[in-house]
């Protein structure tokens, strides 16, 4: 069986900048709750995958929060949770909400 310890941590968080945003803490709460971590049963092999997703999309061009958003589109995609026609479209519901 897996364990944390077995998986390669992703890069810190930079807290240079100070606390960390609204929008960072929102993102290390959908990864938290798409791990089981913050709710229900730990599942390492999902955190494995997200971590793996992860490594793909860190870019020095990205902040942190935003590498991690894509891997958790990714999970989500991958576990058949949402598909990708499904987060377009909710996305777009909210950038119309911003914008009104």
Same mark, same amino acid.
């Given at each position: 069986?897996?364990?944390?310890a077995d998986l390669k941590?992703?890069?810190?968080?930079?807290?240079?900048?100070?606390?960390?945003?609204?929008?960072?803490?929102?993102?290390?709460?959908?990864?938290?709750?798409?791990?089981? &971590?913050?709710?229900? %049963? +730990?599942? %390492?092999?999902?955190?494995?995958?997200?971590?793996?997703?992860?490594?793909?999309?860190?870019?020095?061009?990205?902040? +942190?929060?935003?590498?991690?958003?894509?891997?958790?589109?990714?999970?989500?995609?991958? &576990?058949?949770?949402?598909?990708?026609?499904?987060?377009?479209?909710?996305?777009?519901?909210?950038?119309?909400?911003?914008?009104?």
């Open positions: 069986m897996m364990t944390n941590a992703p890069r810190p968080i930079d807290r240079t900048d100070g606390e960390p945003t609204w929008f960072d803490k929102r993102v290390d709460a959908m990864l938290s709750l798409i791990t089981g &971590q913050a709710k229900g %049963p +730990y599942d %390492p092999e999902l955190h494995k995958r997200a971590v793996e997703f992860y490594a793909e999309f860190e870019d020095p061009s990205r902040s +942190y929060a935003e590498s991690w958003l894509l891997a958790i589109r990714a999970v989500l995609v991958e &576990q058949g949770t949402l598909n990708e026609t499904e987060i377009d479209a909710r996305l777009n519901a909210v950038r119309e909400k911003m914008e009104a």
